[in-house]
C-alpha cells in the first residue's frame, strides 16, 4: 500500500485546505485527489467543510459586499503597524485585520471536491427555485401517512415488490427524460416507500420525488430528481429551509436535492450512499 501523502495531521488538514482553494501544483493535487478517493471518510469530511462554506457565503454574501464602515475602518487604523514595519509586511496585517472585522469567520474553503477534474466546479450562484420546490414538496408529502406517494413499491411478495420497483423507475425515466434510479439505503436504514410525479417550474418539464422511510417509520426522507438547466450550479451544497435541510447537486445531466429533517451529518451519509449509485451514462463511462 502506498504511504499517505501526509507525515502529520496537521500537514493533512493544510494540504486539503489548499485543495479546496485550488492552491496545490498539479502533481501534489493529483497525490491528495487518489488519497481521498481511498479515503471516503475523509472525503466526506472534506465535502461537509465546503458545504459549510458556501452556506456561510449565501448567508453572508449581500454583508461582504457592503463598504467597511467608517467606525470599524478607524478600529483597524488604530492597530495599523508602525514606519518601522517592513511595508509588505504592514500591509499583510492590515489586510487581515480588515478581512476578519469585516466578513467576521467567513472561512476559506474552496468550490466543491468532486474527483473529476473534467468536470468544472460551479461558482455560487442563488439557489434555484426546483431546490425550494424539492423543500416544500418534501414538507408536504412527508406527513401522508395513507397516500405519501402516487406509486408505492411494497408487494406482498418479494418478486411483487421488484416489479413495482421496475415499473415505478421506468415511469419516472420515460415521463423526466433522465434515468430514475431508486437507490438502495437499505444500508443506511431507509426503505423505499416509492415515488410520484411533480411539477417542476414554468416551462420545465416534471419533477419527480422519491420517498424513503427509516425503520419504524420514524423519519422519512425524499429525494427530488429533475432535468436541470444549463444554468444550474454543478457543486455539491447545503441549504436549510425551515426545519428541512436539504444537500443537492448536479450529476451525469440529472439534479438531485435531498431533503430532511435530519441533523446535517445524517443527511450527508445518505447523500453520500446516493452520489455513490447515481446512474453512469455511456458515453462517459471509465474506458
Given amino acids: 500500500m502506498a504511504a499517505p501523502p501526509f507525515s502529520t495531521p496537521d500537514e493533512r488538514d493544510d494540504a486539503l485546505s489548499a485543495w479546496l482553494d485550488g492552491e496545490l501544483p498539479v502533481e501534489r493535487r493529483a497525490e491528495v485527489e487518489a488519497w481521498l478517493q481511498a479515503n471516503p471518510e475523509e472525503a466526506a469530511r472534506v465535502r461537509l467543510w465546503a458545504a459549510d462554506r458556501d452556506a456561510l457565503r449565501a448567508r453572508l454574501a449581500s454583508t461582504a459586499s457592503e463598504p467597511v464602515p467608517d467606525r470599524l475602518q478607524q478600529l483597524v487604523l488604530q492597530h495599523a503597524p508602525d514606519a518601522a514595519t517592513p511595508w509588505w509586511q504592514g500591509r499583510g496585517q492590515w489586510a487581515a485585520a480588515l478581512a476578519v472585522f469585516a466578513l467576521g469567520g467567513l472561512i476559506g474553503a474552496g468550490a466543491m471536491w468532486r474527483v473529476q477534474p473534467a468536470r468544472p466546479v460551479m461558482a455560487q450562484a442563488p439557489v434555484g427555485g426546483w431546490v425550494q420546490r424539492?423543500?416544500?414538496?418534501?414538507?408536504?408529502?412527508?406527513?401522508?401517512?395513507?397516500?405519501?406517494?402516487?406509486?408505492?413499491?411494497?408487494?406482498?411478495t418479494a418478486e411483487e415488490t421488484r416489479a413495482q420497483e421496475e415499473h415505478l423507475s421506468r415511469w419516472l425515466t420515460r415521463r423526466l427524460n433522465v434515468p430514475v434510479k431508486l437507490f438502495d439505503l437499505r444500508e443506511q436504514g431507509y426503505e423505499l416507500v416509492g415515488g410520484r410525479l411533480l411539477p417542476d417550474g414554468p416551462g420545465a418539464g416534471p419533477g419527480a420525488q422519491l420517498m424513503y422511510q427509516a425503520a419504524g417509520g420514524t423519519a422519512r426522507v425524499t429525494v427530488y430528481l429533475r432535468k436541470p438547466d444549463e444554468a444550474a450550479p454543478a457543486a455539491f451544497r447545503f441549504e436549510r429551509d425551515g426545519d428541512v435541510n436539504l444537500f443537492y447537486w448536479v450529476e451525469a445531466g440529472t439534479g438531485y436535492a435531498l431533503a430532511g429533517s435530519l441533523p446535517r451529518e445524517q443527511l450527508l451519509a445518505l447523500a453520500e450512499a446516493i452520489y455513490r449509485q447515481q446512474p453512469v451514462p455511456a458515453a462517459s463511462a471509465p474506458k
Avoid at 424539492?134 to 406482498?156: D, I, K
Wanted: without cysteine; neutral net charge; glycine residues 4%.
Fill in 134 to 156: 424539492a423543500a416544500l414538496a418534501h414538507s408536504v408529502y412527508v406527513p401522508e401517512q395513507r397516500h405519501p406517494v402516487e406509486v408505492a413499491v411494497a408487494g406482498r
